[in-house]
């Protein structure tokens, strides 16, 4: 079973493969539904914020299968860039941050701390790698992908109409796991370096 990218392998792709189909016959850009898919996260934050949970859940999906479609229809179109993927990470750290803000918002005075500790996290985790890829390291090891801290906050969304902690411990789990996971690719980034001495 693939651990890092659970919900995009077994489920994400079986909406994503097929709409990007349709978006290819409807003429879209691979960047345009980037920007889709961007606007989409947002709404959902601020749906999530408003403790409107089912109506939020649902934008958040689409949007996180549009995640998916602008890869998969950029292969289609074979316009797969340096760009793309530059603005795809860039815009997913910015939904990522709303998601996280917008259900601290939901109860601020419990969650502020552990869902600005879970961000903080998160976000290191994506920068352990970013920075290990400019020295040459290829660093994808570790469980808190950002897929599987998606997946933790959207059954967090789901069971919260029937257990009002959820969102709570779901920001601890992501805590836990994000700090495992930037501390294994510091290290092995770190053993990896090769440095290169001036003569």
């Given at each position: 079973m693939e651990w890092r990218y659970p919900i995009t392998k077994y489920f994400y792709r079986k909406f994503s493969k097929p709409t990007a189909r349709l978006f290819y016959k409807l003429?879209?850009?691979?960047?345009?539904?980037?920007?889709?898919?961007?606007?989409?996260?947002?709404?959902?934050?601020?749906?999530?914020?408003?403790?409107m949970f089912i109506i939020g859940l649902v934008i958040l999906f689409v949007s996180e299968v549009l995640d998916c479609v602008d890869g998969d229809l950029a292969r289609m179109k074979k316009k797969v860039s340096k760009k793309g993927e530059f603005l795809d990470s860039f815009l997913d750290r910015i939904v990522e941050i709303f998601l996280f803000y917008g259900l601290i918002f939901t109860n601020p005075s419990q969650l502020?701390?552990?869902?600005?500790?879970?961000?903080?996290?998160?976000?290191?985790?994506?920068?352990?790698?970013?920075?290990?890829?400019?020295?040459?390291?290829?660093?994808?090891?570790?469980?808190?992908?950002r897929d599987v801290r998606m997946l933790i906050m959207m059954v967090s969304i789901l069971l919260v109409p029937f257990y009002s902690e959820a969102i709570y411990w779901a920001f601890l789990l992501v805590v836990v796991l994000s700090f495992v996971t930037v501390v294994q690719r510091f290290f092995y980034s770190y053993a990896k370096i090769k440095d290169v001495k001036k003569k």
């Open positions: 003429g879209f850009e691979p960047n345009q539904v980037t920007i889709l898919s961007f606007i989409l996260g947002i709404f959902s934050a601020i749906f999530l914020s408003q403790s502020m701390l552990i869902g600005s500790l879970a961000l903080i996290l998160s976000l290191l985790v994506t920068y352990v790698r970013s920075k290990a890829e400019v020295v040459g390291v290829s660093c994808e090891i570790g469980i808190a992908s």
